[in-house]
T-cell receptor, first 114, second 115 residues
């Protein structure tokens, strides 16, 4: 049973560029959440997708956007990259968004902005 | 605002001892709590969870205790092993606007197991 998979694993971008990160949820899961984890910090909630719609959003600017596809996979897009966007980006999947259920995380994408 | 914090940023224990990692949360509306283990270069790994209608839950070598009165959560690891060395996060979740699985994480505790 494949768990949550993310691609790419590492990425280096230049300030001002745009980046797209991808996530495939655990088999059977339909909800995808994205988190940003700065070095030495806990993950911070970016947003959550269910039924191809953004259901809730954390305190992140509009430069951060996402999408969920009919197969439940998801993308995170970040425009106009800043040095401060350098972080580990984590995708978590769960079953349903109504009620608290166990969330499984992927290995993350390490984004470095130079 | 909402926050989940840890009392001890670093915990060093001897192999075979029991470990206790503590966490305080501030949102009294939180009703679901999870402990995650994160090894270097990896994503958080689910350890154990507990819902607010419970005070204690046990897994394999791990126990989570929830004290809603003082909004405190702890993770106990029995017979700590070198493989337990990692950063441990507590996370809380509450129902927002009907439903969500949004998790609020603390900053983490580094558990260092000495052989």
């Amino acid at each position: 049973d494949a768990g949550v998979t993310q691609s790419p694993t590492h990425l280096i971008k230049t300030r001002g560029q745009q980046v797209t990160l991808r996530c495939s949820p655990k088999s059977g899961h339909d909800t995808v959440s994205w988190y940003q984890q700065a070095l030495g910090q806990g993950p911070q909630f970016i947003f959550q997708y269910y039924e191809e719609e953004e259901r809730q959003r954390g305190n992140f600017p509009d430069r951060f956007s996402g999408h969920q596809f009919p197969n439940y996979s998801s993308e995170l897009n970040v425009n106009a990259l800043l040095l401060g966007d350098s972080a580990l980006y984590l995708c978590a999947s769960s079953l349903g968004w109504a009620g608290n259920t166990e969330a499984f995380f992927g290995q993350g994408t390490r984004l470095t902005v130079v | 605002g909402e926050s989940v914090g840890l009392h001890l940023p670093t915990l060093s224990v001897q192999e075979g001892d029991n470990s206790i990692i503590n966490c305080a949360y501030s949102n009294s509306a939180s009703d679901y709590f999870i402990w995650y283990k994160q090894e270097s270069g990896k994503g958080p790994q689910f350890i154990i969870d507990i819902r607010s209608n419970m005070d204690k839950r046990q897994g394999q070598r791990v126990t989570v205790l929830l004290n809603k009165t003082v909004k405190h959560l702890s993770l106990q690891i029995a017979a700590t092993q070198p493989g337990d060395s990692a950063v441990y996060f507590c996370a809380e979740s509450a129902l927002y606007g009907g439903a969500t699985n949004k998790l609020i994480f603390g900053t983490g505790t580094l558990l260092a197991v000495q052989p």
